[in-house]
């Protein structure tokens, strides 16, 4: 099994609607979990980190689901500027393993 | 803010030369990372650099790497022999200790013919 699973999408999305990512991973011990962002031929940015209580940044929520080893992004009111792919990332200070991404494309 | 910066930002190299790649991670941050990204393809983790020594490598990262910290600010990545199929992206990315956000750089394109 892989490190981290991403549904490649794209997800094709209209302004305004609220759309969730999921990704699963296996060998969790001492890992922490978060989401990135990537535009094209950029560098991946950070968009949050992810806490088994859940956490939201304005429009965005991430969760972590420890006992089915997955976690989740939701990002509501989608804007055009929302347009990217979507990284999940788990990691310690010695290594990170990135998933595939998921391609967000929302439409005027 | 403060960033991490990459130089070049594309390195054309035949094949069989040597390139180093270079970063300035952000100052106070203590672990380095290099990635790679074929075109297409997921972000890959080559290498963990902490306290002036690897930490950890990936099976990618095989006897034509090297990465060194000749000063306080600089981190690089050195490529012996170049092969077509090191034509990729490389990331530099920082950590503070405080926290496991990774900080990217904004890439040097290789391309190796």
């Known amino acids: 099994r892989k490190e981290v699973e991403q549904d490649p999408g794209p997800f094709n999305v209209p302004e305004g609607a609220t759309v969730a990512f999921n990704c699963t991973y296996s060998n969790s011990a001492s890992q922490s979990f978060f989401w990135y962002r990537q535009d094209c031929r950029k560098e991946p940015k950070l968009l949050m980190s992810?806490?088994?209580s859940g956490n939201e940044d304005g429009r965005f929520t991430a969760q972590l689901n420890r006992a089915s080893q997955y976690i989740s992004l939701l990002i509501r009111d989608s804007k055009l500027s929302d347009s990217a792919t979507y990284l999940c990332?788990?990691?310690?200070?010695?290594?990170?393993?990135f998933g595939s991404g998921t391609k967000l494309n929302v439409k005027p | 803010e403060p960033e991490v910066t990459q130089t070049p930002s594309h390195q054309v190299t035949q094949m069989g030369q040597e390139v180093i790649l270079r970063c300035v991670p952000i100052s106070n941050h203590l672990y380095f990372y290099w990635y790679r990204q074929i075109l297409g393809q997921k972000v890959e983790f080559l290498v963990s650099f902490y306290n002036n020594e690897i930490s950890e490598k990936s099976e990618i990262f095989d006897d034509q790497f090297s990465v060194e910290r000749p000063d306080g600010s600089n981190f690089t990545l050195k490529i012996r022999s170049t092969k077509l199929e090191d034509s990729a992206m490389y990331f530099c990315?920082?950590?503070?200790?405080?926290?496991?956000?990774?900080?990217f750089g904004p890439g040097t394109r290789l391309t190796v013919t």
């Open positions: 992810v806490y088994s």
């Open positions: 990315a920082s950590i503070a200790l405080s926290s496991y956000e990774q900080y």
């Open positions: 990332v788990k990691g310690n200070f010695n290594k990170f393993y």
